[in-house]
């Protein structure tokens, strides 16, 4: 008989080591791809700012230096999107049983509010200036706005590139071919063509789970899907009867929410830039405000979608892509012998492509229980259904 | 049969109208479309030449000419059955008619201008004939076109009111060289005997003639058949009234000298005035009716003419566009020019909702749609849902019902109230700062209704969250509380940077504030804040007790000024409240305090709801910078210092951003469906008596969140030995985890054997996956159930 002991207490933090804790993030920032890409963006970004930041200070030009404090407040969006990048991996736990993988939902919704709030803020400015243009001294605008884009360009570059040079790679198409018999057209003809490419994204993250480092593929598989979005609002990124698994560690909301933010910035250095040359040769004031609008107006719209889907997300609504299976899928489970009746279906989101149901099912008091939570199961599964929780409750009779 | 039933299914609720496919009438629209601009241009043209040319003389001139064309086209001599000499009494006065509707059309055009004209008097028959009905019968053909009357009434009012055009008050010193002839003078003095201004009279004028004209179209419609179609009668009017006119015409040109220099320049617009207004539109518009039905002819029109003059109107006068005219006028005045203002604009588009709305064809008739035909013959319609309940809502209806939910509950009541206050003080004081002219106070207004979308937000989210939980949101709306409140959280963190932001850059460079005005509306806006924080802290109180006592002492120190302000709304409101008010700072100081100790008591008690946090944190918001406003304009005035706002705004910032962070962090948790944090011991204790119930082996899988307010879900996996009965277990572990406040869950039991074959089922979802997926291919699964 050897002596079992229980030490439940082993994990207690005793020592607060802050040095520790922060090259422990660190660590798991690098470890991810996409989290890297978002750190070294960051990195660009914040040095940007803070160059623009001391140089304002140094040259005592207020401009600069507001200019400077905008740029922080788009690092917060980058910010947001790292911090769940970060969170989204951490160990579920007695509080968090889910984990906190919805972070990255969250994070995508922050982010578009940001945006929408930004859009907006740009928007009624621009009406302002409509009405009365202000004289704009437009010597120093145009440095400092090549100068930020530039650094947009990059960061489109880095999430962008990540995603699709590879993804039109070898493995991925290997990959698909042994999984599904059918998606390997999927995966050719995604090119940029938006209903398609979410099949590409599909087979892409699929290879993230099977293969090597997960991450690393299913970021290509989002950044792509990405591709897709922008050009097209999209509207449902998933067809209902592909089957994925996670992507754990890269989420579409996060990337999108993140690119999109960047896109919007490259516009706004686009649409300075545009406004301050015809500004310099034609002298049309009237071109400021008319850019700064439309540009407003675009991030808007192509806010939206991510909007929509991750409020969806985080109200519990039965997933878009699963509207379609579930009619049948219930049908299915009520033809189940002894089943009377299915009750209070259930059907959510997690994060992305995570579903989880809960139903309820009246079977007749001598049917095999056990047979038909298997048969429920085999059905839910089929349909995408990662988890679910089966009641039976036999009929009163 | 069945082939036909699927597809017919299929095709959707298309069915109960016949319609032509869209693309074989694109067509027609782009063609009607057109005429309507280029009537709109012939309008404005006509405009500029009514100036010049006296108006029984360009009616003459309109008339002859595009008789001639309609001549040479019609042939109404040569061809078709001779017109009997009765017929021809009927013409004359048919013609005498239309001379009279078009010479009084074209005074109101030479009153109100061509925008307004075309406004009011081009509307088809069918919008004036459906708003004649809805005003003087009882059955008007539903609530819809009550609406588009109400449109319409409201567009013609907002012409007569809100439309103040500066050259009507020159007009109206009746100028006398403009009109010289006895019947306009008849007409300006009958006008001005009403008591209205010219143009104001144009306005009546074209309304009643607009009138008269659908009267005179109807009646002339069985004069059209007797003489054999409308083109024949179009052609024969426009001759006789032509021949009508010519005596008043060589009177007038033998009394009166003509201000045209040469009428040779004038050939070119007339031709073209003749030709858009007359000619093409009447042959377009008989082409459209008889291939789409006439209301939505009329739609297309309306929309397509009105909008043109109204791009029209902004252009005709701008230079660019008078080097591009083909007549070279002579330079005008350009105070004669009738502007565009903001009562016309609003008119214009009530013009186009009200006709699309009159004109849309009464769905009385249409109950289902039809699905198809029954053996015996009989047509079987399919009502689909909503086509038994789907008429247009009143609106009035509508209005009670959401007004009666928002009263029904307390916390809409008291965001719905607080609304209504804010918005009437923004309104005062937008009305106050257009009367004056201050920008500084419209500015300031249009803040104010910004604010309020914070609270609109809060007023939705409140209703909504008590909306029916339907089949796409299995959990009901409740979340959208949640959602609401981190919104407001979000934003008002937003708002705080910009803030300190801005601050931070005004403490570098203090800029000269002008003060005067600021005070008053401060204070006002304070008041009505303070108000709204008393009523949303009925439950905000609640929750944090006593905890606004000790931080009252803060605020007295921090504004020692500011204390006679609210001393006023102290002895108002109440003791507690006036604790509330007074120490912003402190308040915000003892919030942040409370989230030190963590959630729980911050959100266990009254303060559960997110959303009223929100709105309450907003309103605190602005409160605090009312607050700091009048501070700073005091220290500023008293002292001279000039850094007191940008210090106050930091000050305030801070504060904003330290009383957000705990709704954030609350909201953020359940969002991360974090286990709710109140009742994480209850649950804990809960799971152990799971556990210890008989015949349970262990659980797994549990998961516990909060889905809004008041539900609270739940899921758990269950293992029980072989022999137990499981509805008994399901039920003892449903009483004990509803004890815990769990009122949404769902028991997956198991017993071993189940475990171990879905364990070793499930040893892969991949394969599950790739097999399914290669069986699916194989079409294989089409029949059942069962692939294990």
Known sequence: MLPLSVKDDEYKPAKFNLLLKLSGWFRSILSDKTSRNLFFFLCLNLSFAFVELSYGIWSNSLGLISDSFHMFFDCTALLAGLAASVISRWRSNDSFSYGYVRAEVLAGFVNGLFLIFTAFFIFSEGVERALEPPDVHHDRLLPVSVAGLLVNLVGIFVFQHGGHGHSHGEEGHGHSHSLFNGSVNHGHSHGGHGPESKHGGHGHSHDGHEGHGHSHDGHEGHGHSHDGHEGHGHDEPHSHDELRTPGKGASKQILQGVLLHIIADTLGSVGVIISALLMQKYDLMIADPICSMLISLLIGVSVVPLLRESIGILMQRTPPSLDQALPECYQRVQQLQGVYNLQDPHFWTLCTDVYIGTIKLLVAPDADRRWILSQTHNVFTQAGVRQLYVQIDTAAM | MEDKYSSNVLSGGKLGMVEVPNSRLTRYIVLLVVTKVLKALGIFESYDILKVVHIVQFIFILKLGSAVILLFFQKPFSSGKVISKRQWIKLLKHAVFSCVISLLGFFGLTLCGPLRTLLLFEHSDVVVVALLGVLFTSSGGGPSKTRGAALFIIAVICLLLFDNDDLMAKMAEHPEGHHDSALTHFLYTAIGFLGVADHKGGVVLLVASLLLKVGFHTASRKLSVEIGGSKRLYALDNLVSAIVLLPWVIVLSLTTDSKVESWSSLI?????????????????????????????????????????????????????????????????????????????????????????????????????????????????????????????????????????????????????????????????????????????????????????????????????????????????????EILSGFINGLFLMVIAFFVFVESVTRVLDPPNINTDMLTPVSV????????????????????????TCPSNDHGHSHHGHSHSEHGHSHSEHGHSHGGHGHSHGGHGHSHGGTSGHGPPPGSGGGGMNANMRGVFLHVLADTLGSVGVIISTILIRQFGWLIADPICSLFIATLIFLSVIPLLKDACEVLLLRIPPEIEKELNSALEKVEKIEGVLSYRDSHFWRHSASIMAGTIHLQIMAGVVEQRIVQQVTAVLKDAGVNNLSVQVEKEAYFQHMSGLSTGFQEVLAMTQQMESMKYLNDGTCIM
């Open chain 2, 268 to 480: 070119l617009p007339f031709g073209m005035i003749i030709l858009s207004v007359t000619i093409l539109e009447f042959y377009v518009e008989a082409i459209c009716n008889t291939k789409m039905e006439t209301p939505r002819c009329a739609r297309y029109g309306a929309i397509a003419l009105f909008l043109s003059a109204l791009l029209l109107a902004n252009f005709w006068t701008h230079p660019l566009t008078d080097q591009l005219r083909s007549m070279s006028k002579p330079p005008q005045q350009g105070s004669t020019e009738h502007v565009l203002s903001g009562g016309v604009i609003v008119s214009a588009i009530f013009f186009i909702m009200s006709s699309s709305i009159l004109s849309s064809p009464s769905k009385k008739g249409q109950k289902g749609t039809l699905v198809g035909y029954s053996p015996e013959g009989t047509p079987l319609y399919n009502f689909m849902g909503d086509a038994l309940q789907h008429t247009s809502q009143s609106l009035p209806r509508f209005i009670k019902d959401s007004l009666k939910q928002i009263l029904e509950e307390y916390d809409s009541r008291q965001i719905f109230y607080f609304l209504c206050l804010n918005l009437a003080f923004t309104f005062v004081e937008l009305f106050y700062g257009v009367w004056t002219n201050s920008l500084g106070l419209i500015s300031d207004g249009f803040h104010m209704l910004f604010d309020c979308s914070a609270l609109v937000l809060g007023l939705f989210a409140a209703l909504m969250s008590r909306w029916k939980a339907t089949r796409i949101f299995s959990y009901g709306y409740g979340r959208v």
């Open chain 2, 524 to 547: 006002g806006g304070l008041l009505v804040n303070l108000v709204g924080i008393c009523a949303f802290s009925h439950a905000h109180a609640h929750a944090h007790g006593g905890k």
